[in-house]
């Protein structure tokens, strides 16, 4: 007899082996027919794979968060056969599933964008032939002799990097079409459906590698209806009318040139935003006790090795040699802190220590990851280190989480997850320092009353950290603060402090970023509003329109009122009609203008239009500046009448 418990604590007994597709029939019909896959004692997978022993079982459905990325990795896989039929000299190498879709990336072929109808097309004649989807388990060398008959050499490198104590793998065939995976999938290819489609070609690396082959990667999405697969384009639609890219030119904030790639040509107002936020965290951060420091750009390579990063990150710095000795730009802001904390002999009444930087930090990313403001190579950091006592740890933490979503909640940021991610398989410090540092996470969490999800293995070479995403209008899920434990470093640095006992201790080591890279939180903010930043944020706050050349000394005036009261005005004096003024800073998103013709001069008055609005108030100017002054004013801090 075979016991299957369920979730809600019930038992099924079988007389032998079964698959999760029998417990679903079993329990219902309707079930079988929304089952996608399972979890077998916590492991996802298949439905046709046989359950030889008492197991806790759960039945993935289309309705459940992890039936999507099953759906979208055996589209892969259609993919990957669709392209082996119509390119036989194709090497396949690897498709994962991915946020919005899923990849296939391909050696020895070229793909344009052309080509993609012709490859749908052959996908939906696969899928049409409802092929088994079917797994077999074999030896490690089984399946390397296999991948070598059929000339699969990307498979076989991949066997053959696997750690030495891997001595079965999974093999899954649909027709003649087989692969290397762990899975799960769908039972057949028939299961995809046709709510998918293939999006974008691009250029890639094998592994990620610039110095290994060049691969050509096909893009796609898939839904499990139709109508969800529709919606998705609707929604990247707008989200193309949203991208900061665009709208940072419309407003005229930045450009890049590839004289600099992966670094940004601030222009006169984009850098004024960029200020701004620097004035706004700083004032957040003075007034909770922070202070501020500023390190070196080009330290020694020993001072990386000392902190790991030459050893655990060199692949992403950029280094150079003067004087035979080797630098680096600093990638991470941590060590320099350190060394600022370092100076001087601290006592535990001295903690906690705030130590806040505005760190410029320079990491590599390839060519052709590189994304506008969103993925850069070079970017500054709200970053800042707290030390302090393990007594002190959890309190810190959420600290830290409070002032970070009180931060967010002045963006009007609310719709939150957060993720604990867990130690890497490449790291430093033993278990027990990972153990209480991860617990210790969790537990302020818990005590706060937020949730959380666990994303194994996602942890910094050095702690494990909580990370901060966020979802637009259109559903996108951005990652943006973050903050992280820490007691690998004060050991590699051999940072103490002394205790209440006299002797020597180590602190404990909080990283935080609240907007993680000004450069990035300005893109997704630009993505997230649209462009529509709030007042007290924008660039260019208030533009003065004269409607005649007779108004432009009375604009001028109000201007320069406006900007001694704190408000960033502009005018515009050019010879236009007012209706072209009003349609051109309505796009560079100004969030109000004031127009003026004789008699506002005439009154000292004001007419006022704001952004995304055609309602006209005309008032006082001396009551507009009141106004405007009130809205100016940073969120959440106190300000003297």
Same mark, same amino acid.
């Given at each position: 007899?075979?016991?299957?418990?369920? !979730?809600?604590?019930?038992?099924?007994?079988?007389?032998?082996?079964?698959?999760?597709?029998?417990?679903?029939?079993?329990?219902?019909?309707?079930?079988?027919?929304?089952?996608?896959?399972?979890?077998?004692?916590? =492991?996802?997978?298949?439905?046709?794979?046989?359950?030889?022993?008492?197991?806790?079982?759960?039945?993935?459905?289309?309705?459940?968060?992890?039936?999507?990325?099953?759906?979208?990795?055996?589209?892969?896989?259609?993919?990957?056969? %669709?392209?082996?039929?119509?390119?036989?000299?194709?090497?396949?190498?690897?498709?994962?599933?991915?946020?919005?879709?899923?990849?296939?990336?391909?050696?020895?072929?070229?793909?344009?964008?052309?080509?993609? !109808?012709?490859?749908?097309?052959?996908?939906?004649?696969?899928?049409?032939?409802?092929?088994?989807?079917?797994?077999?388990?074999?030896?490690?060398?089984?399946?390397?002799?296999?991948?070598?008959?059929?000339?699969?050499?990307?498979?076989?490198?991949?066997?053959?990097?696997?750690?030495?104590?891997?001595?079965?793998?999974?093999?899954?065939?649909?027709?003649?079409?087989?692969?290397?995976?762990?899975?799960?999938?769908?039972?057949?290819?028939?299961?995809?459906?046709?709510?998918?489609?293939?999006?974008?070609?691009?250029?890639?690396?094998?592994?990620?590698?610039?110095?290994?082959?060049?691969?050509?990667?096909?893009?796609?999405?898939?839904?499990?209806?139709?109508?969800?697969?529709?919606?998705?384009?609707?929604?990247?639609?707008?989200?193309?009318?949203?991208?900061?890219?665009?709208?940072?030119?419309?407003?005229?904030?930045?450009?890049?040139?590839?004289?600099?790639?992966?670094?940004?040509?601030?222009?006169?107002?984009?850098?004024?935003?960029?200020?701004?936020?620097?004035?706004?965290?700083?004032?957040?951060?003075?007034?909770?006790?922070?202070?501020?420091?500023?390190?070196?750009?080009?330290?020694?390579?020993?001072? /990386?090795?000392?902190?790991?990063?030459?050893? /655990?990150?060199?692949?992403?710095?950029? =280094?150079?040699?003067?004087?035979?000795?080797?630098?680096?730009?600093? !990638?991470?802001?941590? +060590?320099?802190?350190?060394?600022?904390?370092?100076?001087?002999? =601290?006592?535990?009444?001295?903690?906690?220590?705030?130590?806040?930087?505005?760190?410029?930090?320079?990491?590599?990313?390839?060519?052709? %990851?590189?994304?506008?403001?969103?993925?850069?190579?070079?970017?500054?950091?709200?970053?800042?280190?707290?030390?302090?006592?393990?007594?002190?740890?959890?309190?810190?933490?959420?600290?830290?989480?409070?002032?970070?979503?009180?931060?967010?909640?002045?963006?009007?940021?609310?719709?939150?997850?957060?993720?604990?991610?867990?130690?890497?398989?490449?790291?430093?410090?033993?278990?027990?320092?990972?153990?209480?540092?991860?617990?210790?996470?969790?537990?302020?969490?818990?005590?706060?009353?937020?949730?959380?999800?666990?994303?194994?293995?996602?942890?910094?070479?050095?702690?494990?950290?909580?990370?901060?995403?966020?979802?637009?209008?259109?559903?996108?899920?951005?990652?943006?603060?973050?903050?992280?434990?820490?007691?690998?470093?004060?050991?590699?640095?051999?940072?103490?402090?002394?205790?209440?006992?006299?002797?020597?201790?180590? !602190?404990?080591?909080?990283?935080?970023?609240?907007?993680?890279?000004?450069?990035?939180?300005?893109?997704?903010?630009?993505?997230?509003?649209?462009?529509?930043?709030?007042? /007290?944020?924008?660039?260019?706050?208030?533009?003065?329109?004269?409607?005649?050349?007779?108004?432009?000394?009375?604009?001028?005036?109000? %201007?320069?009122?406006?900007?001694?009261?704190?408000?960033?005005?502009?005018?515009?004096?050019?010879?236009?009609?007012?209706?072209?003024?009003?349609?051109?800073?309505?796009?560079?998103?100004? +969030?109000?203008?004031?127009?003026?013709?004789?008699?506002?001069?005439?009154?000292?008055?004001?007419?006022?239009?704001?952004?995304?609005?055609?309602?006209?108030?005309?008032? +006082?100017?001396?009551?507009?500046?009141?106004?405007?002054?009130?809205?100016?004013?940073? +969120?959440?801090?106190?300000?003297?009448?």
């Amino acid at each position: 007899m075979i016991e299957i418990m369920l !979730p809600d604590g019930s038992k099924l007994g079988f007389e032998q082996p079964v698959c999760a597709l029998d417990v679903a029939h079993k329990i219902s019909e309707g079930l079988a027919r929304a089952a996608v896959a399972a979890t077998v004692d916590g =492991t996802p997978t298949d439905l046709m794979t046989p359950i030889t022993h008492d197991a806790a079982v759960s039945i993935i459905t289309t309705k459940d968060k992890d039936a999507l990325p099953i759906l979208r990795h055996t589209a892969a896989h259609v993919l990957a056969h %669709a392209v082996s039929r119509l390119y036989p000299s194709a090497q396949v190498t690897i498709g994962p599933a991915i946020e919005n879709g899923f990849y296939y990336d391909f050696f020895g072929i070229v793909v344009k964008e052309a080509d993609l !109808p012709a490859i749908e097309a052959e996908m939906h004649k696969i899928v049409a032939a409802d092929y088994p989807i079917v797994r077999t388990v074999m030896s490690r060398e089984k399946a390397r002799e296999l991948f070598i008959k059929r000339g699969e050499k990307y498979k076989v490198e991949i066997l053959d990097d696997m750690p030495d104590d891997v001595t079965e793998v999974s093999v899954y065939t649909q027709d003649d079409y087989v692969e290397l995976c762990r899975g799960p999938h769908l039972s057949s290819t028939g299961k995809l459906g046709k709510a998918f489609k293939l999006t974008k070609v691009s250029a890639a690396y094998w592994r990620g590698d610039s110095t290994k082959e060049s691969l050509q990667r096909i893009y796609g999405t898939a839904f499990f209806t139709e109508k969800e697969l529709k919606n998705y384009f609707v929604l990247l639609e707008a989200a193309e009318k949203r991208d900061h890219r665009k709208l940072g030119k419309e407003m005229d904030l930045f450009h890049f040139e590839e004289y600099a790639p992966g670094d940004v040509f601030w222009h006169p107002r984009g850098w004024t935003l960029f200020q701004t936020l620097i004035d706004y965290m700083r004032k957040r951060q003075k007034a909770v006790g922070y202070v501020e420091i500023n390190t070196p750009q080009l330290m020694n390579r020993v001072l /990386w090795e000392t902190s790991g990063h030459w050893n /655990w990150y060199k692949e992403n710095m950029f =280094t150079t040699t003067i004087e035979d000795r080797a630098f680096a730009l600093k !990638p991470m802001n941590c +060590p320099g802190g350190v060394l600022v904390f370092k100076q001087g002999i =601290t006592s535990y009444r001295d903690l906690p220590q705030y130590i806040g930087e505005f760190g410029r930090v320079h990491r590599y990313e390839a060519s052709g %990851a590189i994304h506008g403001l969103l993925r850069v190579r070079a970017f500054t950091q709200d970053d800042a280190h707290i030390f302090c006592t393990p007594e002190q740890f959890k309190t810190e933490c959420q600290n830290v989480v409070r002032l970070m979503l009180s931060i967010y909640k002045d963006f009007g940021l609310t719709d939150m997850s957060i993720k604990l991610s867990t130690r890497p398989a490449e790291r430093i410090g033993t278990d027990d320092i990972w153990d209480m540092l991860e617990q210790g996470l969790a537990d302020a969490l818990t005590d706060m009353g937020y949730a959380y999800e666990i994303n194994p293995g996602d942890g910094a070479f050095y702690g494990p950290k909580l990370d901060f995403k966020f979802r637009d209008a259109l559903g996108r899920a951005w990652q943006l603060g973050t903050l992280q434990a820490d007691l690998n470093l004060p050991e590699r640095f051999d940072v103490t402090y002394i205790g209440e006992d006299g002797q020597k201790h180590r !602190p404990i080591m909080l990283h935080r970023a609240l907007f993680g890279s000004l450069e990035r939180f300005i893109g997704v903010l630009i993505e997230i509003t649209a462009g529509h930043l709030p007042f /007290w944020l924008a660039p260019v706050q208030v533009m003065v329109l004269p409607v005649t050349n007779a108004q432009d000394d009375y604009a001028k005036k109000l %201007a320069h009122r406006l900007n001694l009261a704190g408000v960033r005005a502009e005018t515009d004096l050019r010879n236009e009609k007012i209706g072209y003024k009003v349609r051109e800073h309505s796009l560079k998103k100004i +969030p109000v203008m004031l127009v003026v013709g004789a008699k506002e001069a005439a009154d000292n008055t004001v007419t006022i239009r704001r952004l995304g609005s055609n309602e006209q108030t005309v008032m +006082p100017f001396d009551e507009a500046l009141r106004q405007f002054k009130l809205a100016a004013r940073y +969120p959440s801090l106190e300000y003297e009448d």
